[in-house]
């Protein structure tokens, strides 16, 4: 899944893709490098940042969505809002992939006669707050209890468990040591049967491991996604779509000449 940002703000790539030329010349560099699903947000999500009206967030995605859905290529929108979720289902997205997992009034009601995929992800408490407060002991626990009340909710809405993928949301809301401990225990969250989307692309802990700042955290990154998707993985967000390709070229390699 290649990120292609149109925030002013974003904590590694904001502003580079805000006018809708730059960002379409973005969406095309990605699925060139070899993404298979394009995740189009128009707000930035990074602690602190400050949220959008649903038209503001329309205004910014609206120029960039309606040129995307022509390409016939998987489009994710990542949305909180209910009315964008349902503009974007209205022009043809394929995936709502919601950082708030489905819990904002009025969210599921947006999805639930869809066939659209959707991505829930954890997340303790808001962008605001999030790494001010973050989780206070076992984030396992807290993020496996949160899953299953979401599958519960997304069931009890009628949404077949077909068309969800579970976001352990590392750095929302999580310490250094917890978002590494997710990754640790990753099968453990595939226990819940769900396939695992998992976003761990420049983010702060690389940085709090390595030292370096978010634009140079490629490697890292490429680092972070190959374990992700080695512990089960179905999904990985990545900012560095051609170095993450490659890593799995070669893993994939490695799996396809077991035993010979």
Known sequence: MGILNLTPDSFSDGGQHDSRDQALAHAQRLLDEGADILDVGAESTRPGATPLTADQEWARLAPVLTELVRWQRPVSVDTYHPATMSKA??????????????????ALASVASSTCGLCVMHMQGDPQTMQLQPIANDALGVVQRFFQERQDALLAAGVANRRWLLDPGIGFGKTVAQNLALLRHQADLLALGQPLLVGWSRKSTLGQVTGLDAPHRQIPSVAAALMAVERGARVVRVHDVALTRQALQVWMATQDFQGQ
């Open 89 to 106: 289902l209205d022009l043809g997205v394929d995936i709502i992939n919601d950082i708030w997992g489905f819990r904002q009034p009025g």
